[in-house]
């Protein structure tokens, strides 16, 4: 309760600097609106802004869940062996030398304008953090466990499924977090290079019409979004490592 009441103040000294400083600027509303001016865009565009969020929370949602499922597989085959570890961990990293915006045009001609290209955009951008995490995680686990379930006869697949992973879920649910912070990146990038709807869509498109008052209100849902998602994995993630100390 208390965390939710912060987080509203945080949200109203913010609007009230942007109005103060508009109020105190006065500049162009295709420059900088006033919170009056982007109200004004809800009020005007309100379904068309909600219809188009809801595609984009779709979108992040399920590129969280692809990306989640692909990071932890690969966290396991990373942890099953050294040798894997090895072989895996370089591709693993390669994968994120690759700029963003080279690689969502190329999704958008494999997979077209629909929903497969911005939920792989996303699912790709939090699969590294996701993946990376939960590996280390994995190796951190006390060694002290691992030696006295080899002497207890434990095979090495008992010792990865009964000891690293679970052991290593701090580490995912940190990667997690953070995963879920960066989702929304994936999916309006993705809508930038090439969509039909989404807030993305909408946002370059007020851009290119200097709507600007329409382009803060869809950023604004976006935000909305972020906070709402990454509000939802803390409660979920949360309840995994119920052993470890809140910070």
Known sequence: MMRGLKALAGVALVVL????ATALLQPPRYVFPSPADVMGAFAAHGGMLLRNAAITGLEIVLGLGVGLAAGVATALAIAATPL????ILPAVVVTQ???VFAIAPLLVVWLGYGLASKITMSALIIYFPIATAYAEGMARVDRHLIDLARLSGASQREVLWLIRAPGGLPG???GLKVASTVAPIGAVVGEWVGASAGLGFVMLHANARLQ????FAALMLLAVLALVVRFAVDRV???????????
């Open 84 to 87: 894997t570890r090895q072989l």
């Open 17 to 20: 600097v942007w109005w103060g």
């Open 172 to 174: 995912l649910v940190a």
């Open 237 to 247: 993630a949360d309840r995994l490592v119920r052993w470890q100390p809140v910070s």
């Open 212 to 215: 600007t008052p329409t382009l």
């Open 97 to 99: 030398t690759l700029p």
